[in-house]
């Protein structure tokens, strides 16, 4: 996960492509057969597996076929704002009370 942060957007697409070849491969499927169930053209499943350039149209049609669709759903999600509002509990009390006097 580290090293994901420390890549470079070149660097994360090759290795998407990679993951996305060796599953492919993994499959038995050849880069013919992936294009023609995808929908996405023969060249740009080649062009996506050299060099990791693909719409994300043609991105999500793959990963839908190599069963990966899922992973991109948990993209830009929203920050988690449940503290902005979930009214805070009082912080415990640390002394005693004061005693009254009865008048």
Do not use: Y
Not at 26 to 36: H, P, T
Not at 94 to 101: D, F, L, P, W
């Amino acid at each position: 996960m580290l090293d994901d942060i420390l890549k470079t957007p070149q660097e994360i697409r090759l290795g998407i492509a990679a993951k996305a070849q060796a599953k492919r491969l993994a499959l038995n499927m050849s880069q013919k057969d992936l294009a023609a169930r995808s929908g996405v053209s023969l060249g740009s499943v080649k062009r996506f597996e050299t060099t990791g350039e693909i719409s994300l149209a043609s991105l999500l049609a793959i990963a839908l076929i190599l069963n990966d669709l899922e992973a991109f759903s948990g993209l830009f999600n929203p920050p988690r704002t449940e503290n902005l509002f979930k009214p805070q509990s009082p912080a415990p009390r640390k002394r005693a009370g004061r005693k009254r006097h009865e008048s």
